[in-house]
């Protein structure tokens, strides 16, 4: 979320996102009207307030600029300095009529300068529907964040052209907070499998390093070595593939299995967690 409030709001250096902190409406009573809220505080000590809307209701720019109010005066009964507070609304429905660009800004100027001396309360939005770049097409952050918002429920995976470690993270958590309890238990046994596989891997290392040394007296030790340990990841991973997919290994992927290096074999290892497919596993 933090990169994502950064992108849309190009925050960089001591302006960047120092902490971010999740406030529950139904646990934060001063906050009560703020409906799946962010409060972020910045190096500044600017906070922001994040909300997405998805079906249109009455008075409804009325109300966020309410509820930017309403966090500004909270500062007072803290006796602190008083920050700037900037409202940040993604909706999934057109707000404004009068452009086409989905993210517009808005802020208070005098009206024959133009100039702007009321800061202390600004807005942000985000129409999802005005969004149109196709997803091959998404290449800045800001974008990427964009379409990971509006797309993200009918991805099953992140597309390349988003293909950065928050939207990753982001899209994996999405896609937690989306399963049923019986996805969820499955979801949880399969971390535990992979972490299963991840230390029999590792003990089959120790175990092939041990074998291979004592193969190395009579062979040549560096090759017996080598040996041990392909021999032991080799099962390991065998033995993986067939839990994961529930099925014996073809003749195909014996022999993929039977001529690959110990790097190609742990290369293949780490992506059991994601594989949907053999064919996962072992693209180039």
């Not at 070595?225 to 099962?235: F, I, P």
Request: proline fraction near 2%; glycine fraction near 6%.
């Amino acid at each position: 979320m933090d990169g994502q409030l950064e992108s849309l709001l190009g925050l960089e250096g001591e302006r960047r996102i120092a902490e971010l902190t999740l406030l529950d409406p139904f646990l934060a009573p001063r906050i009560q009207d703020l409906k799946s809220s962010v409060l972020d505080v910045d190096h500044r000590g600017v906070s922001y307030i994040v909300e997405m809307q998805i079906q249109k209701a009455a008075a409804f720019l009325k109300r966020i600029q309410y509820n930017a109010a309403k966090t500004s005066v909270h500062q007072i009964a803290r006796g602190a300095k008083l920050n700037q507070v900037i409202a940040i609304t993604i909706t999934d429905f057109t707000l404004f009529n009068g452009f086409e660009h989905c993210v517009s800004r808005h802020e208070s100027r005098e009206t024959i300068t133009g100039q702007v001396f009321l800061q202390d309360i600004l807005h942000c939005f985000v129409e999802l529907p005005k969004f149109t770049k196709p997803l091959a097409e998404v290449r800045d952050v800001l974008d990427q964040w964009i379409s990971f918002i509006k797309y993200a429920g009918d991805l099953d995976a992140v597309p390349e052209t988003i293909q950065v470690e928050p939207i990753r993270h982001a899209f994996e958590r999405a896609r937690i907070a989306t399963l049923s309890t019986d996805e969820l238990e499955l979801y949880d046994k399969a971390g535990i499998a992979l972490t299963d596989t991840q230390g029999a891997l590792q003990l089959a290392r120790e175990e092939g390093e041990q074998a291979g040394r004592e193969k190395g007296r009579q062979e040549g030790r560096q090759e017996g070595r080598q040996e041990g340990r392909q021999e032991g990841a080799g099962n390991i991973l065998r033995r993986s593939l067939q839990r994961k997919f529930g099925a014996p290994l073809d003749a195909a992927t014996e022999s993929k299995l039977f001529v690959a290096s110990l790097d190609e074999i742990e290369k293949w290892t780490d992506r059991i967690w994601e594989a949907r497919s053999l064919d996962d596993i072992f693209k180039v």
